[in-house]
Structure formats: structure tokens, C-alpha cells
């Protein structure tokens, strides 16, 4: 395919550029890119070069490449499946993806002893995946089964008509609800394992997160988060960033204990027991909705809380009674 760049674009990145044209992600085109699956006026180019109009962009996208990626035979919660999609529960402290440190048990694996006919459009490592969860949030996420419903679920998810929803457990009360979260992110400076709000306009992109408040406890709070975009990490970091982290989140600041003398002595106890069972982020995926890739078809799919999470809002449920 190639694409004459017009006035109206000039001034595009390449990546940005492909990733339109081709109804893709940006990590895709920079993958192009890098692969030499991509030129700019027949030649090789770098992702960050700025297009001028009357540039030539072309791109083929390659063939699945075979896997090397080990199917194991590790149980899936399958919520929904037909020939394009797999819509499954994943649970809190399971990877997506193999990546350095998590080379098996991850989804993918569980997913190509599940079903062998998943797409390759998300790069050899990453068959069928559309999108991702962080390794300790648990909950509802989708699979694609082939190239054109992969397609058609990430320009879903790209456009907004995707709609990811999550529940999750804050420390403190919203300043208000609803509260949109307008920061972007990029790769936190001081730590590549993190990332963080970066003001500058290289190394972040644009981020926006939806929260309402469900339920107000002491000193917690139970909100809904919808994403509008889909950073890494994005609830996470927007919460942090509003003084909310989630609770058990060991990264970003939502991992320590309620304040000493707030609480009866039984009632801490419970409550700290209830913290240290999340062994992670008490953040959870509990709805997807998208249209069918094949029939155009409105699907909406929901899964519940985890048990760590339930265990926990049970106990916040009764923190106004048992308040000193």
C-alpha cells in the first residue's frame, strides 16, 4: 500500500502517519519502521521525521511469523468465544504477554493451547493481543482470532465506540464526580519502570480517565473508571496523580496502612488483613463492550469483582459503624 502525503498532513510523524492510514496502532507502524516493512520515498526512514506534503509512505504488512511461544495447558475463565474473538476473566497476577522475567504462564500461552488460530497482527510475542491488563489488575479483556477482527477491535478501542470500564478502591474521596482526568503520560525520568505525568510534549502522550464515585467509606472510596485513551498504566498514574492512589498499589503510592488511632483496634486488624490479601492493585476490569468484528453486532460483556476486592468493600461497608 502507499499513500501520497497531503497538505493537511504535513508536519506528521511517519509512525503517527502509517498508524492512521492503516487503521492500526502506532506501535505497529513503528514496528514496520524499524523492520523495514515501511518506507518514506522509497527509503528507509526514522519513526520521529516529520512528513512534507507530496512525500510517498508505503507499508506491507508482513506475514504471521511462526512462534516459538509454548502453549500450556493453564485453565482460562472464558466468557465469550466464536471464530473471531475470545473473551476471557483474567486473573489478578497473570502476565498478558511473555516478556523479560515472565516467559511462560501468561495469557498468550493459555491462549494457544486454548485455541491455535489466534492473530498475528500484535507482533510473534503477542498473538491475539488487542489490548493489555497489568499483570496484578484482574478482570475482562478480548482476544482476536485473525488479522481482520484484530483490525477491527483496535480501531474500536482507537475510537473511542470500545468501551473499557473498571472498578476500583481509592484512598480518600474524589474532589468531585463525576472527575475527568486530563494529564498525559510518558516514561517516568528518574524510573523506566514506571511512568508518570510529563508535561513536556516529547516522551508523553495525551491521557484522559472518567472516575465516579460508586460508594464513600471511611477514609476509601469504590469509583468506576472509564478510560478514554489507553495508556500504560493509565488509571494507576491518574489516580496517584490526583492524590487517590489505588489501594494496593505497590507502585504508585497506594500500598500502606490506614492512620494509627482512626480505627478501633478489632476493626484496624480486619482492615489490615483485608489490605494485605489484595497482594496488588485492587483495581479490576468488569466491563468490555465493542461491536462485533464480523457482524457488526453490539457486545457487552461484564465479569465481577474478585474476591480480594468484594472481601475488602464488605468491610469498608461497615466502617461507619465501627468507627471510633
Known sequence: ??????ENQAGIRVDVFLASQMNGSRAEAQRLIDSGCAHLNG???KSSVKLR??????????????TDLLPED??????????????????????????????????VNA?????????????????????????????IMVLAKNDTAHLSLQSQIKNRSA?????????????????????????????????????STHGSRFAQTELSELEVYKGFSLVDAKLRTGRTHQIRVHCAYISHPVVGDPLYGGDRKPPKGLYSTEYAKQLEEALFALQGQALH???????????????????????TMVELIEILRESDERVV
Open 163 to 199: 468501551v473499557r470500564r473498571y472498578q476500583a478502591i481509592l484512598w480518600g474521596r474524589l474532589p468531585s464526580s463525576p472527575l475527568i482526568v486530563d494529564a498525559p503520560i510518558g516514561r517516568n525520568p528518574s524510573d523506566r519502570k514506571k511512568m508518570a505525568i510529563v508535561f
Open 43 to 45: 527509503k528507509l526512514s
Open 53 to 66: 506534503m507530496g512525500d510517498r509512505v508505503d507499508a506491507t504488512r508482513p506475514n504471521p511469523e511462526p
Open 285 to 307: 476490569a468488569y466491563r468490555l463492550s465493542f461491536r462485533h468484528p464480523s457482524t457488526g453486532e453490539p457486545m457487552d460483556f461484564t465479569c465481577p469483582l474478585p474476591n
Open 111 to 139: 491462549a494457544l493451547a486454548h485455541a491455535t488460530d489466534l492473530s498475528g497482527i500484535g507482533g510473534v510475542a503477542r498473538p491475539g493481543v488487542v489490548h493489555r491488563l497489568d499483570k496484578d489488575t484482574s478482570g
Open 74 to 107: 493453564i485453565p482460562l475463565q472464558v466468557i465469550f468465544e466464536d471464530s473471531d474473538v475470545l473473551v476471557i476473566n483474567k486473573p489478578k497476577g497473570m502476565v498478558v504477554h511473555p516478556a523479560a522475567g515472565h516467559f511462560h504462564g501468561t495469557v
Open 1 to 6: 500500500m502507499e499513500w501520497l502525503v497531503r
